[in-house]
C-alpha cells in the first residue's frame, strides 16, 4: 500500500486560507468516506482534527474543515493562525480492511 | 478518560526482538480496535496494525506482515506489539491508537521510542 500523496510543504501569513491535498486512489481515498486529518506539532502525538472527510471532533476550531472530490481529500486552514503551524497527516481506510497515511504536509505561517 | 499508557522507551540490538505495550483505560477495552502506528526520525507516519482485542483478530500491514505480531491480554487491558528482527531502520517512535466507529484515531499513546544500534 503506498503512502497518500501530499504536498511537502504549505505556507501562508495569518489570516490567510490554505489548502492541504491528499491523493489517493478508489481503493482509498476515493473508495470510502473514512478519510481524516491529524495534526502533529514537533515532538507531540498527533491529533485528530478531522473525520469521516469533513466532520470535526468536539474542541477543533470550526476554521479548519475537509472535503473530497474523487481520489482527491482536501483540508482548509481559513484564518490561518501562528498555533497553526505544524505537521498535517492524512489518513484513509483502504479495500484490503487496512489504513494508510500521506506523505505529510508541514505548515508554516508566515 | 480514556488513556492508553505505554510502556518505556527500549534500545535494541539488530536482529533482536522488542515487544512494546499499551494498557487501555477510561473505556470498555473490548469495543474499539488498537492500532499500531510507528514514525521514524524526521518521517512521516507509517501504519502497521490493527488488533481486535473482543475476539484477537489481527491485520497488518503488508509491509510488516512478516516481522509483527499483535496481541492482547484482556485481563489486563493491554495490548503488545512485537517487532522482530530489527535493522537500524526500524530505529522509531511506536505509538498505540484507539480506532472509532469511523475509522479515525480518537486516543493515542505517547510513544515509545525504540532504538537499534549495534
Known amino acids: 500500500q503506498s503512502a497518500l500523496t501530499q504536498p511537502a510543504s504549505v505556507s501562508g501569513s495569518p489570516g490567510q486560507s490554505i489548502t492541504i491535498s491528499c491523493t489517493g486512489t478508489?481503493?482509498?481515498?476515493?473508495?470510502?468516506?473514512?478519510v481524516c486529518w491529524y495534526q502533529q506539532h514537533p515532538g507531540k502525538v498527533p491529533k485528530l482534527m478531522i473525520y469521516?472527510?469533513?466532520n470535526r471532533p468536539s474542541g477543533v476550531p470550526d476554521r479548519f474543515s475537509g472535503s473530497k472530490s474523487g481520489n482527491t481529500a482536501s483540508l482548509t486552514i481559513s484564518g490561518l493562525q501562528a498555533e497553526d503551524e505544524a505537521d498535517y497527516y492524512c489518513?484513509?481506510?483502504?479495500?484490503?480492511?487496512?489504513?494508510?497515511f500521506g506523505t505529510g504536509t508541514k505548515v508554516t505561517v508566515l | 478518560q480514556v488513556q492508553l499508557v505505554q510502556s518505556g522507551a527500549e534500545v535494541k540490538k539488530p536482529g533482536a526482538s522488542v515487544k512494546v505495550s499499551c494498557k487501555a483505560s477510561?473505556?470498555?477495552?473490548?469495543?474499539?480496535?488498537i492500532h499500531w502506528v510507528r514514525q521514524a526520525p524526521g518521517q512521516r507516519l507509517e501504519w502497521m496494525g490493527w488488533?481486535?482485542?473482543?475476539?484477537?483478530?489481527?491485520k497488518y500491514s503488508q509491509k510488516f506482515q512478516d516481522r509483527v505480531t499483535i496481541t492482547r491480554d484482556t485481563s489486563a487491558n493491554t495490548a503488545y506489539m512485537e517487532l522482530s528482527s530489527l535493522r537500524s531502520e526500524d530505529t522509531a517512535v511506536y505509538y498505540c491508537?484507539?480506532?472509532?466507529?469511523?475509522?479515525?484515531?480518537?486516543?493515542w499513546g505517547r510513544g515509545t521510542l525504540v532504538t537499534v544500534s549495534s
Open positions: 491508537a484507539r480506532a472509532t466507529w469511523a475509522k479515525d484515531f480518537d486516543y
Open positions: 477510561g473505556y470498555t477495552f473490548a469495543y474499539n480496535t
Open positions: 488488533l481486535n482485542p473482543g475476539n484477537g483478530n489481527t
Open positions: 478508489s481503493s482509498d481515498v476515493g473508495g470510502y468516506n473514512y
Open positions: 469521516e472527510v469533513s
Open positions: 489518513s484513509s481506510y483502504t479495500s484490503s480492511s487496512s489504513y494508510v
